[in-house]
């Protein structure tokens, strides 16, 4: 189901101050840890996947990603760092962001108060996210998981989304692979536990991203607004 997406408090704000969006592709890298940081992205649309290393021979590990009306790139900024503590790069669907610099974003803080309440709304929601990923990797059921996280991203998508009134045929914007990462599971687990939802009809796989076909069996009853 293709939907239109809400044009966020964010997105007016900034455009009126000449910060115009722009389009990432799939799988581009904004920045990598250790480089040096020069500025920030606010996100539009779809999502970037925040990375880091453990050492230079470890494989990355999936820490946030960041969705639409979210900032990545800030951490330097408040820390007074003169690099990136991770990796930036969108995920599996092309995406909208608006990219500010640091002297910029350090303006429109210290001249707009309700700049500095957006954000700080921004950040909770984010440590909300957070808290509520931990609180599922505490569980032993893994098949719960899969749908807590299948649920979560479906209610989230929605809400951003203003002529969305249903779950029906919602296709997800992130992939198995990453909601898998997301979860703490494998790829071939995470479909596995899908496997049981398609065969009732209640989840289809398109292009590698989860459809909700019936969303009521899946706890989706309402769009909350």
Same mark, same amino acid.
């Given at each position: 189901m293709e939907t239109k997406r809400h044009r966020s408090e964010w997105e007016v704000f900034l455009a009126d101050k000449n910060h115009l969006p722009i389009s990432l592709n799939r799988g581009q890298v904004l920045f990598s840890e250790n480089e040096t940081a020069s500025g920030c992205y606010l996100i539009l *649309? /779809? /999502?970037?996947? +925040?990375? +880091?290393r453990e050492s230079l021979s470890s494989r990355s590990t999936l820490l946030w990603t960041a969705g639409p009306d979210q900032w990545i790139g800030i951490t330097a900024f408040f820390q007074d760092l003169s690099r990136y503590m991770y990796t930036a790069q969108v995920g599996s669907l092309d995406c909208k962001a608006i990219y500010l610099n640091y002297e910029d974003f350090k303006s429109l803080l210290e001249d707009h108060h309700a700049f500095k309440v957006a954000l700080t709304k921004s950040l909770c929601n984010r440590l %909300? !996210?957070? *808290?509520m990923r931990y609180a599922q990797m505490q569980s %032993?059921? !893994?098949g719960l998981r899969v749908l807590n996280m299948l649920s979560y991203f479906a209610r989230a998508q929605v809400k951003l989304r203003e002529d969305a009134q249903t779950y029906v045929n919602l296709k997800i914007d992130y992939s198995i692979e990453e909601l898998a990462l997301l979860t703490g599971v494998s790829p071939s687990f995470f479909q596995r536990s899908l496997s049981q939802y398609i065969q009732k009809g209640w989840v289809a796989i398109e292009d590698g991203h989860p459809v909700i076909i019936s969303p009521a069996p899946l706890g989706l009853v309402e769009v909350d607004r």
């Open positions: *649309e /779809h /999502h970037v996947n +925040i990375t +880091i %909300s !996210f957070m *808290e %032993s059921d !893994f």
